[in-house]
């Protein structure tokens, strides 16, 4: 892990081969600590998943230049329209001309067309994008677990599932990484603050995330995960259907 920035304890991990979690832990006032990651995949078109908030662009876009030179990001991605998903998106069309927003068709058109500065790269749902290397595959996952835009990338050389507010875990100096229970403390937070839709479709959304046989869950909030993300993703299903 390297540290980035000392004051905010801004720091990059490498989670896959070519993909790196960014991560800056804050404390919130009455519910302690959390935190915001963002996922870079390092390729011949450089794809950033989640900008953060536009607060935390200074921080974002300096862990960003560690790995890479922040002009060549050719993609900035992200899984619904939310300020930690995409708060600074046009910060960073700014710092990087050759990018543009990609998103689902639906968030291209019910937001992301107006509110970007260039106009989006819009995905289908199961729609496959060549980064170079890596490839990612666009997943529409609708009010899951919230926001009629929601979707998910998985990165398919690492079998990554960029997962975004699935599997949220509260807590500011987590591991960048686990193979422990992330269920448990998931679940717990949901329950304390719940931002489920709970839609009566979430069973057959997981299951078919869950068939794409992730190795690896690429999580917005709290570490990233390594081990059968099939089981995991199905576990969840179960929780949110009991």
């Not at 004051?7 to 404390?27: C, F, K, L, M």
């Not at 963002?38 to 974002?60: A, S």
């Not at 869950?210 to 993703?233: E, F, I, Q, V, Y």
């Amino acid at each position: 892990m390297t540290i980035t920035n000392k004051q905010s304890g801004t720091n990059v991990h490498e989670i896959a081969d070519g993909i790196y979690r960014i991560n800056t832990p804050i404390v919130i006032e009455g519910a302690g600590g959390f935190s915001f990651n963002q996922f870079l995949i390092m390729d011949d078109e450089p794809l950033l998943f989640h900008t953060g908030p536009r607060k935390l662009f200074p921080l974002v876009r300096e862990a960003v230049g560690a790995v890479l030179p922040v002009e060549s990001l050719r993609y900035i991605a992200f899984s619904h329209v939310e300020a930690d998903e995409c708060g600074s998106l046009n910060e960073w069309l700014a710092v990087s001309p050759q990018s543009v927003p990609l998103c689902g068709a639906v968030a291209a058109m019910v937001s992301v067309s107006d509110l970007a500065d260039r106009a989006p790269r819009a995905l289908a749902d199961g729609e496959r994008l060549s980064l170079g290397k890596h490839s990612v595959r666009w997943f529409d996952t609708p009010h899951l677990p919230h926001a009629w835009d929601c979707g998910f990338l998985t990165e398919e050389l690492t079998s990554t599932l960029l997962c975004g507010d699935l599997f949220t875990q509260k807590g500011a100096d987590l591991p960048p990484i686990t193979e422990s229970d992330i269920l448990g403390p998931s679940e717990a937070f949901r329950h304390e603050m719940d931002y489920f839709s709970h839609t009566k479709n979430a069973r057959a959304m997981l299951e078919r995330l869950a068939s794409t046989n992730p190795s690896t869950l690429a999580c917005m909030h709290g570490s990233a995960w390594r081990g059968d993300g099939a089981k995991l993703l199905r576990a969840l299903a179960d929780e949110l259907s009991a």
